[in-house]
């Protein structure tokens, strides 16, 4: 069965950067809908942003406010979330996700049947 893998989390400093990977291997094709999530402890997982394979536009989350961008790499089939400007508000595991049930819909997690294992990030004050 085909796997949604994250990486790149880890600990930085307030202000700091980090740049999260996702391999979406067969999930990762022209004109489907793909989706970065968090769930900061104790709270309920929310999008972060919302996009469309081989498409520019991105659908970001209030919270992001201009900090973050999403990328893609047709040749490795891997989508990425560059954020930069980090606050410990944004501590939280950070979850990949494919196979949207509803797309308009696409912060809920209930609209994706595909989720990855999550990777941790950490931004200390």
């Known amino acids: 069965q085909a796997q949604l893998v994250e990486s790149g989390g880890g600990s930085v400093q307030a202000g700091g950067s980090l740049r999260l990977s996702c391999a979406a291997s067969?999930?990762?094709?022209?004109?489907?809908?793909m989706a970065w999530f968090r769930q900061v402890s104790g709270k309920e997982c929310g999008g972060v942003a919302g996009?469309?394979?081989?498409?520019?536009?991105?659908y970001f989350g209030d919270f992001v406010k201009g900090r973050f961008n999403v990328s893609q790499d047709n040749a490795q089939k891997m989508v990425y979330l560059q954020m930069n400007d980090l606050s410990p508000e944004d501590t939280a595991m950070y979850y990949c996700?494919?196979?949207?049930?509803?797309?308009?819909?696409?912060?809920?997690?209930?609209?994706?049947?595909?989720w990855g294992q999550g990777t941790q990030v950490t931004v200390s004050s």
């Open positions: 996700a494919a196979d949207v049930v509803t797309a308009k819909e696409w912060e809920l997690p209930k609209s994706w049947r595909k």
């Open positions: 067969e999930y990762y094709r022209n004109g489907r809908w």
């Open positions: 996009f469309v394979i081989g498409y520019r536009g991105t």
